[in-house]
């Protein structure tokens, strides 16, 4: 490409000169730059909505590609990446900390991203296969040395990819189910990560040398920071009536068959690079034992397998290791196989690689077992023997019914209101059911629903780690986690399945029960939820075993934290602190109890659901919180928008891997403190969530949310397989928070993401001038300044312009204008104080987020004013089929206008 910074031109261009070639002559004026002043009246607002919706897909694609041009850029010339390794290590450096200190360090870092299937992700899945088409073309365009035939051709393949994106139905013909939700995790887990973990660790290598780290801890594959993953679709059950237990073991086993394929193939293609010659170096005499332990293993088929490569010892131990993997490929169909002696975990194997890996050592070899062993070695490592660790999810209510169930069946008086007992009486109740591994029903009783449910799906569980162990499954997650007794009921229903065993007199279970802390009163409520229960006997077996069993050096205890909930809850501001506050104390209670508390992070899409900067975001958590295992939840459209290249794959893991060392690190080493800021954070809490409450909290507010949003239109949308309320009432507590920030996206009021903070800004400013005095002078470079830009970020995405558009569908319009003034008195506040305050803090990064969303403005403002004039006409009956369709694809163009659903 000629000119570098004119990826965007170039694609536009191509899209321009396909709908000439093809006869759509006034929808080629409108293509940016250079547009009409409005679009003829002869344009479809279904074709105009898709015609905007390409013009936004190929932005984004060009934005990535740029952005990853000049990153490169940046460190051919020697600079440090914000956030990578080079960056965290000259961090580190900087605190005073030794880099044998960090090498010591390295192996307690454990990163997981867990993958969920929100209804967020506005892309079919086709779509996103043509734009990681185009990326790849972009980035070989990058080459100055092409022909002008070559650069033709280059453009020919282009311009056929946008026209496929063209002519391709935007939408979903039915919402995407659980099978299809699946296969697009899939798609990250074993084609995208695997390749982008082989670059993460070249990188990590490359910036440990560079910094003057030591050469010998290259070859310590074992102590690498840790990267695992974890996975939703087919385990989250709260308010998801499609998963059922059988589905839930499908999904174990399809997850467990594709990370043993992962495996095949990598000891497949390092078998035919290790044809080393016995010939030619001498055989250690340690892969010589063990291949013999190999051989007396594996009898007669070890014979045969050995026959295969003679005179090349690696390659025949390979071919060993092959052998016992418990997964056969016969003429091209994979089957589990399951021999005496195949593999019982990843565990022996990765015992087996490093092994190997010394062994070239031994032979002078560094060369080799670096470049190739490694990768696979580390793979094994991350995706073990099922890829992606899956987590059961379900809500308190639900586990309270279905134990009311079962006590009434059993006749226990006082059963059926047992969601209403006291938590005293509910305490008693359990703790004494918790001294046997005694199961209240007999294996073949139904006794309800609820009931029936959860102890079908604990029972696949408990089959699944009888057959293969424990390293498939994550934990038991408790949503609206509200009391200890929560959390220890589970225990009874895993008593049920079997779960629970028994030791010297003490129970145990052997999956990890997680409190789910999701709004503000469940946060502040969370540390006196789990100060007892890390003392409680069966939480504290638990761990003890489960420690064992996933061979870790410490004991674990997760917790999840929401920001979605909170944040509806009680706005950002409010929520933000609430979460900074539990997890500093939770923390404590951790650490007093001599347990690691790993928080797993329940963040969204959006900023009103706890998005932005990995490395800002990392940074802003309370320092006692940062241990260095780290648990974040990657929802909907932020898989695609971080991961579906690889090579913005490898930045976003690099920023979560290096973020999560560079802040656990200098936490152990006591190289964090307090924030300066948290005295005027406390008062700013309080301050935004009274205005925030004032707001929703308005007999009216529901009202006008709900016709001056599209919030109706969204519960018809086919984004995502799940429901958009939990129980289907039309309530503000039953909404989802996904669907509240959607719609308040949609309608670009983006509410949620900077309501409240305006008048918590002012108070501070009038009450107490010192403490803003303060605020005001470190807030740019504090590490609160993450939470502060993004609520900036939010402000110039949000529109005043179309805010009044879609207000316009109230119908009452003395409410209408109440509300409305409420909302924007709060949003010009807000923004005069948030301008008054960075301004003396300019940011490059916000100026370049600015400048894109204003390249956009013109055409999402014309899908919006289409979305208003088409809801006008779809509302009174809500039947029209043709309606819901042009309305659909402006949901879809807009999302991908702001790169942003919920």
């Known amino acids: 490409m000629p000119n570098r910074h004119k990826e965007t031109h170039y694609l536009l261009g191509c899209f321009s000169e396909i709908l000439q070639e093809i006869g759509e002559t006034e929808l080629a004026a409108l293509v940016p730059p250079s547009s009409s002043p409005s679009p003829s009246a002869n344009i479809g607002a279904g074709k105009l909505a898709q015609f905007y919706s390409v013009v936004f897909q190929l932005q984004n694609i060009a934005e990535e590609n740029r952005f990853a041009h000049q990153r490169r850029e940046k460190e051919k010339n020697g600079e440090l990446i914000p956030g990578l390794w080079s960056h965290a290590l000259s961090e580190l450096k900087g605190k005073g900390i030794d880099l044998t200190q960090v090498e010591q360090a390295w192996s307690s870092v454990h990163v997981e991203p867990v993958l969920t299937a929100h209804p967020t992700e506005a892309k079919r899945i086709t779509l996103l296969e043509y734009h990681r088409e185009i990326f790849f073309l972009l980035k070989q365009l990058e080459n100055p040395h ?54 993460i660790d070249e990188r990590l290598v490359w910036s440990w040398l560079n910094a003057g780290g030591s050469e010998d801890w290259v070859d310590q594959i074992a102590q690498y920071p840790r990267l695992s993953f974890g996975n939703w679709v087919g385990g989250d059950r709260d308010g998801h009536p499609m998963v059922s237990a059988e589905l839930t073991g499908q999904t174990l086993l399809k997850l467990r068959m594709e990370a043993l394929k992962l495996a095949s193939d990598s000891l497949y293609a390092l078998g035919r690079k290790l044809g080393l010659s016995d010939q030619l170096q001498q055989v250690p005499r340690s892969l010589r034992q063990r291949t013999q332990e190999l051989l007396a293993e594996t009898q007669g088929a070890g014979h045969k397998v050995m026959a295969l490569n003679d005179r090349e010892p690696w390659r025949q131990f390979i071919n060993l290791l092959l052998l016992k993997l418990p997964i056969t490929n016969t003429h091209g169909a994979w089957e ?3 021999e005496p002696y195949s593999y019982a975990s990843s ?23 670096r470049a190739e062993v490694r990768k696979t070695y580390r793979l094994v490592k991350t995706f073990g023997f099922h890829l992606a660790a899956l987590d059961i999810r379900q809500n308190s209510a639900f586990h309270d019914l279905a134990m009311s169930q079962i006590l009434v069946h059993l006749g226990i008086e006082g059963g059926a209101e047992f969601g209403s007992w006291s938590e005293q009486r509910r305490l008693d109740f359990i703790n004494r059911e918790l001294q046997s591994t005694r199961p209240f029903l007999l294996p073949e009783v139904r006794v309800g ?5 959860v102890r079908d799906c604990y029972q696949v569980l408990a089959k699944h780690i009888g057959l293969y162990g424990i390293n498939g499954l994550g934990s038991l997650i408790v949503s609206m986690t509200r009391s200890l007794s929560d959390l220890l009921l589970v225990y009874l229903f895993a008593r049920e399945a079997g779960l629970v065993l028994q030791k010297e007199n003490q129970l145990y279970c052997l999956l990890q029960v997680v409190p789910l802390l999701e709004t503000i009163n469940d946060l502040e409520k969370g540390p006196e939820i789990l100060g007892p229960f890390l003392d409680h006997p069966v939480n504290k077996a638990s761990l003890v075993e489960i420690k064992k069993e996933k061979h870790r050096g410490s004991q674990i205890q997760q917790v999840m934290v929401g920001y979605s909930d909170s944040n509806k809850d009680g706005g950002i501001l ?19 109890a001599g347990v690691y508390i790993r928080f797993f992070h329940g963040r969204g899409g959006s900023i009103g659901r706890g998005a932005g900067p990995t490395n800002r975001f990392l940074a802003a958590l309370p320092a006692s919180s940062m241990n260095g295992s780290f ?4 929802q909907g459209e932020s898989i695609s928008q971080k991961y579906a290249y690889r090579t913005t794959a490898v930045y976003n893991l690099e920023l979560l891997m290096a973020g999560v060392s560079l802040q656990g690190i200098a936490n152990q080493q006591g190289q964090s403190g307090p924030n300066p800021l948290e005295p005027a954070m406390e008062k700013l809490s309080s301050y935004s969530r009274e205005a925030y409450s004032r707001l929703v909290q308005d007999p009216e507010f529901i009202q006008f949310f709900s016709e001056a949003t599209p919030i109706d239109l969204l519960e018809f949308s086919r984004i995502g397989s799940r429901p958009a309320r939990r129980s289907g009432k039309r309530s503000l507590e039953d909404l989802r928070a996904i669907p509240w920030v959607f719609s308040w996206n949609q309608s670009r009021f983006f509410l949620p993401s900077w309501y409240g903070a305006g008048s918590a800004l002012a108070q501070l400013k009038a009450e107490d001038p010192k403490e803003w005095a303060s605020f005001e002078s470190q807030i740019g470079d504090n590490n609160l300044n993450y939470l502060m830009q993004n609520i900036r970020r939010s402000l110039k995405l949000a529109n005043l312009e179309v805010m009044n558009l879609y207000a316009s569908m109230v119908g009452d319009g003395g409410m209408r204008q109440r509300m409305l003034g409420l909302i924007v008195e709060e949003y010009q506040k807000t923004r005069t104080l948030m301008d008054q305050l960075f301004a003396p803090w300019p940011s490059v990064s916000y100026e370049r987020f600015s400048r894109s969303i204003d390249q956009r403005e013109e055409g999402l403002v014309r899908l919006h004013e289409q979305q208003v004039r088409l809801l006008g006409l779809w509302r009174p009956e809500r039947q029209d089929p043709v309606l819901l369709e042009e309305l659909l694809l402006t949901v879809n163009g807009i999302a991908t206008g702001l790169k942003n659903t919920g």
Do not use: C, H
Request: avoid cysteine; hydrophobic fraction near 45%; charge should be neutral.
């Open 146 to 199: 092409w022909s002008p035939q070559e650069l033709f051709d280059f453009k020919v393949k282009i311009k056929a990819i946008i026209e496929r994106i063209w002519r391709t139905g935007e939408l979903y013909i039915q919402k995407p189910n659980l099978d299809k939700e699946f296969k697009n995790i899939l798609f990250y887990l074993t084609r995208i990560f695997p390749n982008a973990l082989e670059v």
């Open 336 to 338: 589990p196989k399951l």
């Open 347 to 369: 565990v022996r194997l990765l015992e087996d690689l490093e092994l190997l890996y010394r062994s070239l050592l031994e032979i002078g070899a560094k060369g080799v077992a």
């Open 449 to 453: 629903k609820e009931a029936d449910e």
């Open 574 to 592: 409010a929520s933000q602190w609430s979460l900074y506050k539990a997890q500093r104390q939770m923390a404590q209670l951790g650490e007093q």
């Open 631 to 634: 648990r974040m939840t990657e």
